[in-house]
């Protein structure tokens, strides 16, 4: 290591000049993380918007003052668990919601919103209030000023260690579900999603709760016909935009109906039922 890293300022003022900028790096930091943290902390939305949605996020938090950001970190990290987001009633498509928090006792959450606080006030002091301590001519007033500065570096210390704590933890979780998210167990997911939320099957719902017989079970033909009359534009793309050739596959695929194919005097018949 290079001697000169232990090399004592010449002077009590730049000891002072010196802590001066090691705090503000500290708030700079503490900024940062708040701004990362926050910006990756919750996404909502339909599955084509949700990378729109999130850089809308991430560029307002970015022009959020500190005090504004403690906050929203209260708000939203450290807030209740249970509290959920919520799409919109009349859902037209797949619709994704991510959230991080962070919670505690009630003596944790009072913790940090204690030394969050204290972040922006010491903040403000330094920023806005620091001039009456700086006395280059006076060794008395630079060594209270020094004094000044550690204690308020101490004061800091512990929000910026709980923010790092949060900052990692998060950082480990986006890259758990960023492998996720590329794997095709989650493609499977996907396709599943949005196969048991097309209007298709949505229409075969609905038919078979209002022609089933009282077993449940409902003629798969009948059904199809009544689907060929309200939707044939979707019937007309369900190879396309599905991948399936039949009614009985698509139903099949969808995992949310048992099939039956009952023998006939000419053949055999399907029903179909929820499950």
């Known amino acids: ?18 802590k001066i ?10 900024e940062y993380m708040l701004k990362r943290i926050l910006g990756n902390s919750r996404v909502q939305g339909y599955a084509h918007e949700l990378a729109d949605n999130k850089e809308r996020r991430v560029n307002g ?17 450290l807030s209740d668990p249970d509290e959920e987001q919520h799409g919109p009633s009349d859902l037209s498509g797949i619709w994704l919601s991510f959230s991080f928090k962070t919670n505690g006792d009630n003596a944790f959450y009072k913790y940090q919103c204690q030394n969050l606080e204290l972040v922006r006030e010491e903040r403000n002091q330094l920023v806005h209030h620091f001039l009456p301590y700086w006395r280059p001519n006076s060794p008395e007033q630079l060594s209270t000023a020094c004094e000044y500065l550690d204690e308020q570096r101490e004061k800091i210390l512990p929000a910026k260690e709980h923010l790092k704590s949060v900052f990692e933890t998060m950082h480990q979780v986006l890259q758990e579900h960023a492998g996720f998210f590329a794997s095709e167990e989650f493609s499977q997911h996907l396709n599943l999603m949005m196969l048991q939320g097309s209007p298709l099957i949505q229409l075969f719902s609905d038919i078979t709760s209002r022609i089933s017989r009282s077993d449940g079970w409902t003629c798969l033909a009948r059904a199809g016909q009544l689907i ?19 009614f009985k596959k698509l139903l099949a695929a969808s995992e949310c109906f048992e099939i039956l194919d009952e023998p006939t005097s000419n053949g055999r018949r399907t029903f179909y039922r929820l499950r």
């Not at 290591?1 to 010196?18: C, F, I």
């Not at 500190?66 to 939203?76: A, F, K, S």
């Not at 060929?228 to 039949?246: L, W």
Request: glycine share 4%.
């Open 1 to 18: 290591m290079d001697s000169n890293q232990h090399t004592a300022p010449q002077n009590p003022k730049d000891e002072v000049l010196r």
């Open 61 to 77: 938090i970015q022009k959020d003052m500190l005090g504004l950001l403690i906050q929203r970190y209260v708000d939203e990290i």
């Open 21 to 30: 900028g090691r705090n503000l790096l500290i708030f700079q930091q503490i």
């Open 228 to 246: 060929h009359d309200k939707a044939p534009d979707e019937v007309a793309k369900m190879k396309a935009k599905y991948g399936y050739d039949s």
